[in-house]
């Protein structure tokens, strides 16, 4: 394939998943292509615009990575799917600074900044 074939390509279904035409979780192409759609940003966790998309889904919504990520700031599904005040884990009530390295990094691959974890208000959605 001619490299402007290829870069032609590319370009189109990075702007078709951009504009929100494509909504794939998986490669468009054979992988020797390299292409991938912009549904998941990093280590199989869903890009997300609004951090409020996350109090919106239901446990058995997510990717097993995005629960991982979850389960690192001390989830559970059983917890995640609670009402009660008592099923929040110690990480939510913890300044970006007081959290573990692990916990840190859970977070920005779910989305989050030092900013918008320390301004994030949990009534906010």
Not at 24 to 34: R, S, Y
Not at 71 to 96: Q, V
Request: proline fraction near 6%.
């Amino acid at each position: 394939m001619s490299t402007k074939i290829y870069h032609f390509i590319r370009l189109s279904v990075t702007s078709a998943a951009l504009t929100g035409f494509i909504v794939a979780g998986g490669p468009v192409f054979p992988p020797t292509f390299g292409l991938s759609t912009a549904a998941y940003a990093v280590n199989g966790i869903r890009a997300i615009d609004d951090l409020c998309v996350w109090e919106g889904l239901e446990w058995d919504d997510m990717e097993p990575s995005e629960q991982k990520a979850w389960t690192k700031l001390g989830w559970t599904g059983e917890m995640w799917e609670s009402e009660a005040e008592t099923a929040i884990p110690p990480s939510e009530y913890k300044d970006w600074g007081e959290l573990s390295e692990v916990e840190q990094r859970a977070l920005l691959d779910l989305g989050y900044t030092p900013e918008t974890w320390e301004s994030f208000d949990s009534g906010a959605c």
